[in-house]
């Protein structure tokens, strides 16, 4: 069992959490990323996870649920890159899920000295990141525990 962080600085977004982001700016996915934007949350990337990130938000059925442009879309995965802690991967675990783009975001948690992975997908990185005694959070439980910790260090 991971330990339970008091409070959670730095994350590492899973694909699925800018995904939901971006097709709504409502919910716990979208005020994750904002929290992101305005430096109240670190994001950890390399630049695997941004090719990731980019090869996915810019996909035509992409822009089409979400309802922005393909400029739209670009400046806000700028903005994220711009702001995020590069994370040098010195280190890849294998095999540590059954899909390699869910190893690449264990790497990049693991190798950052992550907080927290945050994924809409909790199961398939739970037993992965417990070897590495890393919390795996929804975008839900994250904005609970930021909001306890920005609570307590008040």
């Keep these: 069992m991971p330990p339970v962080i008091p409070y959670i600085r730095e994350t590492v977004l899973d694909t699925s959490v800018l995904i939901t982001a971006l097709r709504s700016s409502t919910g716990a996915a979208a005020e994750a990323v904002r929290l992101a934007l305005r430096g109240e ?3 950890l990337m390399d630049y695997k996870l941004a090719c990731e990130y980019r090869d996915v938000a810019l996909r035509a059925e992409q822009l089409h ?7 739209e ?7 994220l890159e711009a702001i ?22 264990l790497d990049v948690a693991i190798n950052g000295n992550a907080d927290a992975l945050v994924t ?5 990185f739970r037993e992965a990141a417990e070897l ?3 919390e795996v959070l929804t975008p839900a439980e994250l904005l609970n525990k ?9």
């Design 73 to 79: 879309t670009a400046g806000i995965l700028d903005a």
């Design 65 to 71: 649920a979400s309802g922005r442009s393909r400029a």
């Design 132 to 134: 590495f005694h890393l």
């Design 120 to 124: 809409n997908n909790t199961k398939h």
């Design 84 to 105: 995020a802690e590069p994370v040098f991967v010195a280190f890849q675990h294998r095999t540590l899920s059954s899909d390699a783009n869910d190893d690449m975001v």
């Design 41 to 43: 949350l670190t994001t």
């Design 146 to 154: 930021f909001r306890i910790g920005y609570a307590k260090r008040r």
